[in-house]
């Protein structure tokens, strides 16, 4: 398989028939019905009884939502389960005798009506499934249509909440009525010979009333350029439905394995045409060309055994809901991937085709699973027809994935006296008319309980088990009752932890239970974020905490990274270990890599190390990198030398992988931090608390405190606050109180000193974020059992008019419905269930509204370094293993700081003139820094970098 820069090049007759595409016959067009829609709650269900959906029907009281959008993110809907109503109106679009009209829903959750001018259109019953309505015979010729739709969001699956309303985009669709539906595309590596072969089906339907003779053109690409293409005829019935079959034999030369290292996506490029020539329809989907297999406990991945570690996630926040803009998905899939993750089974909740785009280029191997959940549920039945249409959607929506590896039939059904037969009839089903390509199984917590259990139908064992005990015994145990597979532990963990920051998983305890079992070929954490819940159990510790964040996570409900991430991210690096050293200047450098059969453990080609060096105030001042060689399991450790320019205070060395996440750092410090700045004190009867900016260089912060001198100390913590408790003993005596910073060579304790007293009042929530939201701000808090209200007053600068706002909302408060890009000032509080206030907070200032532009952000550091170990290794390794450009090259190294909201990045290159002279993307959304090869640059001598806010450039 060679390197993409080697390509075939195009021929002067497949740059004709790429030419001939333009030609265009039949117009289509999409236009969004996204925006601001009326609203109507119906707790009472007498809507559809009362015709709220009828032509010219007068409601009174309808409220305005945003599409898309949930409802729980406003105020006075943010607890409602129930029917609520949307109503928007649109103008017809003028239709040619060769076209129709549909409506696109991407999602409504959970289950809806539609109606168009008062005429029922249809229903969805999945929250999470893609579906379309033929409005052709519907619409109003002239003049506007009312659409009116019918959400409930009652149904809820397992401990996630069930985010209510339109939660993703709505399209009016103008089609051709011959058109083409969507393809399908089945790759094949073959690994012996190096090459690949590819069938696309394209799905054709003629709406017309009468026989269309069409012809397609399938064009397959590689990084632009045009690997092979064939075009086909076939003559398509009336009200029908056939397919054109495409079969091509890529080369070696044409052949790119996708690999979660190195994502290499086709693009196949299908055009329709009449039987004059005319185009009448286009469609392309990217697709990747890998090898997933079993044999016997190993799991190979292009030949090559991999053991693979993943989370699971649930794709939500307290901010956007469920509706997953561009910022959301890409922030948290980036911050997977630089915690080690690879392989997953994310969850009961299928995701949308712009997130699993976004997965396929950064490189998650998972299985996609529909939303079937529990023992005790109903639908676990071989003759219940629901399960059957969710795997057909599923399956024929995400079909061309290519980090989709299996499909699951469902998850912890193994105890439902219904589930063996129906998982046993799911699988066939699956296997013999939907995807004969992927593997195939349920996830069971049973497997390990029972040996008739249906992990025995599938390709693989999807095992969940909780508890640092239970998770190696359970793997164990369901080994022993299914010997011939191997096992992924798609769910583990232990108990919930906290929304503090200092929260802990013991995740090296579960992870050396589940090390070095052959028949262990990775594991997926429960969960990667918090998330929003209501769910109560009579286990310790599963409850959810008054909060309402169900805290799994190893981030929180705003993405801030707790000490769990960093600790699991220690255990999902792919290196046992990076030690550093230093001595005058020069970094010494010891990789030690994963032994055979530990977890995980792969190969590793063209992962590189960076160093960067910091001065006192965290200042980045010197940058370098250095190749690495082909790491396979078992290798022993390996040494690598950096010399540096100056002395400084620290040295951070970061594993990097060839698509420039960090999976591993050792920092080294040479002097101690600074001291960290209070920022705003709090008293309350028990406890003080203590805001402060944190300090350069410090990898803690903690108080020291006492009566008269600083005789105790609280534990160190990466919040941005502390509390110290007051003696009952001592409350009419000052409490003294310093702050204090510390990192591996010592601590800096603040000379300045706080004295406090207990007051007669509650201290405030504490904030752990406050920050934009659509359409106004939000304040992210910690809530108690006994909190009744949350109340905050603001004023939207520069006026000096003050409102208030109240909310019962644990966890999060959002404040909508204000002007967007607005300075707010705003102060925080809230009163128990005996109706006592606690202290206002402190003055906080946000910004309205999430930004919608594409800005520059400064830049921390511009270096060139030259890539010195290239030499050395090139002797050792065949280059088509190092396939990263950067390598053996200079390379501009980029350094800024992310910006919340960005979904992605360009970096500009400017001559001495100022003369644009090269950019490149950088589509990631939690980037600190991208490496640019010099070759590519020309004679730039300067950079900026662009975050774009909202969809990718």
């Known amino acids: 398989f060679k390197n993409k820069t080697r390509h075939r090049k195009m021929t002067n007759k497949l740059i004709l028939i790429l030419a001939l595409l333009c030609r265009v016959g039949v117009h289509a067009q999409d236009v969004s019905l996204n925006g601001v829609w009326a609203f109507k709650i119906d707790p009472r269900n007498v809507g559809e009884r009362e015709g709220w959906h009828k032509a010219g ?25 129930g029917k609520a109503w949307y109503s928007r109106t649109f103008d017809s679009p003028e239709l040619t005798s060769e076209q ?13 009506k539609v109606w168009l001018n008062g005429e029922y259109l249809g229903a969805s019953h999945s929250g999470f499934f893609l579906f379309e309505l033929d409005i052709s015979k519907k619409l109003k010729r002239n003049g506007k249509n009312t659409l009116t739709v019918m959400a409930d969001n009652t149904f809820r699956i397992g401990a996630t909440w069930n985010w209510g309303g339109i939660r993703r985009p709505v399209t009016l669709r103008i089609k051709p009525k011959v058109n083409v539906s969507r393809l399908f595309i089945t790759p094949a590596a073959d690994l012996q010979k190096k090459c690949a072969h590819v069938a696309v089906k394209a799905a054709i339907y003629n709406h017309e009333n009468s026989e269309k003779k069409v012809s397609g053109l399938l064009a397959v ?57 005319r185009v009448i329809a286009k469609k392309t989907h990217r697709f990747g060309i890998r090898k997933v297999e079993v044999k016997g406990y190993e799991l190979l991945l292009n030949g090559e055994s991999v053991r693979l570690v993943g989370f699971n996630y649930v794709p939500d926040d307290r901010v956007s809901g469920n509706t997953l803009p561009a910022w959301r998905y890409k922030e948290d899939i980036d911050l997977m991937k630089s915690a080690g993750a690879n392989m997953a089974r994310f969850s009961h909740l299928p995701l949308p085709e712009e997130t699993l785009d976004y997965l396929d280029e950064k490189g998650i191997l998972h299985y996609a699973e529909i939303p079937l959940w529990g023992s005790e549920n109903i ?35 193994g105890f439902n006296p219904n589930a063996l037969e129906y998982v046993r009839n799911a699988i066939d089903y699956v296997k013999n008319k939907l995807d004969k390509s992927r593997m195939v199984t349920d996830v069971s917590y049973s497997a390990s309980k029972n040996k008739a259990d249906a992990a025995q139908f599938a390709d693989m064992i999807l095992l969940n088990a909780y508890g640092v005990k ?48 052959p028949y262990v070929a990775g594991a997926s954490l429960w969960t990667y974020n918090d998330y929003r819940s209501h769910y109560q159990s009579n286990t310790e510790n599963w409850s959810t905490p008054p909060s309402e964040n169900r805290t799994w996570g190893v981030v929180n409900v705003h993405r801030q990274k707790k000490k769990a991430y960093y600790d699991v991210r220690k255990e999902f690096a792919p290196v ?5 050293s230093e001595k005058s200047n020069n970094i010494h450098v010891t990789v030690a890599p994963r032994g055979k059969f530990d977890i995980p453990a792969y190969v590793l080609r063209g ?69 960290p700045q209070v920022a705003e004190v709090q008293n309350g009867k028990s406890a003080a608390r203590i805001y402060f900016k944190k300090s350069a260089g410090a990898e803690e912060v903690y108080a020291r405190y006492g009566y008269g001198s600083l005789t105790e100390k609280t534990k160190g913590t990466i919040n941005d606050f502390i509390e110290v408790p007051f003696r009952e003993a001592k409350k009419d005596a000052p409490l003294t109180i310093a702050l204090a910073a510390r990192n591996s060579m010592g601590e800096s304790i603040h000379n300045k000193t706080i004295q406090v007293r207990p007051s007669v009042g509650l201290l405030p929530p504490a904030i752990y974020k406050t920050g934009s939201a659509e359409g106004g701000f939000m304040i992210g808090y910690g809530s108690e059992k006994t909190d009744y209200l949350y109340q905050v007053e603001y004023r939207i600068l520069p006026d000096e008019t003050v409102y208030a ?52 952000i400064p830049l921390s550091g511009l270096y060139k370094s030259k890539d010195r170990q290239w030499l050395k290794w090139q002797k050792e390794t065949s280059a088509h293993q190092l396939s990263r450009n950067i390598h053996g090259e200079e390379a501009w190294m980029v350094y800024f700081h992310s910006a919340e909201f960005a979904a992605s990045y360009r970096v500009k290159f400017y001559d001495e003139k100022g003369e644009e002279v090269y950019s490149e993307e950088a589509n990631n959304s939690r980037l600190n820094g991208w490496m640019v090869p010099v070759s590519k640059t020309g004679k730039a001598s300067a950079a900026k970098v662009f975050a774009q806010f909202g969809a990718a450039f």
């Open 57 to 81: 029907a007068v409601i009174k009281g309808w409220d305005e939502m945003l599409v898309p959008y949930n409802w729980q993110l406003c105020a006075a809907y943010e607890n409602y389960s």
């Open 100 to 112: 129709e009209a549909a409506l696109e829903f991407e999602a409504v959750f959970h289950d809806c």
């Open 221 to 277: 690409l590689f990084d632009g350029k045009v690997m092979a293409s064939k075009q086909a005829v076939v003559k398509a019935p009336p009200e029908d439905t056939v397919s054109l079959d495409f079969n091509f034999a890529l080369t070696p030369r044409q052949t790119f394995l996708w690999h979660f290292d190195s994502p290499n996506l086709y693009t196949a490029q299908f055009t329709l045409r009449d039987d004059v020539g």
């Open 379 to 413: 639908l676990a039945n071989k003759n219940d027809p629901v399960p059957k249409r969710w795997l057909d959607l599923l399956i024929k929506q995400q079909y061309n994935h290519a980090s989709i590896v299996g499909w699951s039939v469902g998850n912890e059904i």
């Open 470 to 517: 239970q998770a190696g015994q359970s793997a164990r145990d369901a080994n022993k009752n299914h010997p011939d597979k191997p096992i992924f532990m798609s769910e583990f963990g232990d108990v919930l932890n906290a929304d503090d920051l200092d929260a802990r998983v013991p995740i090296k305890s579960l992870m050396d239970s589940l090390r070095n079992k």
């Open 576 to 580: 046992r270990k990076l030690s550093v």
């Open 607 to 675: 992962y590189y190390l960076v160093v960067t060096a910091y001065d006192a105030e965290d200042k980045l001042i010197q940058s370098q990198f250095a190749s690495l060689p082909a790491v396979k399991p078992g290798a022993p450790p390996f040494a690598l030398n950096f010399q540096m320019d100056q002395k400084t205070a620290r040295y951070l060395v970061a594993l990097s992988t060839p698509l420039q996440y960090h999976v591993s750092d050792t920092m080294i410090n040479l002097k101690p931090p600074l001291p």
């Open 805 to 856: 706002e109240q909310s019962p909302s644990r966890g999060v408060m959002l404040i909508n419905g204000l002007p967007e890009g607005k300075e707010v000032k705003f102060r925080f509080r809230k009163l128990d269930q005996t109706h006592v206030a606690s202290a206002w907070s402190d003055y906080h200032f946000v910004t309205t509204g999430l930004p919608k532009a594409v800005k520059e």
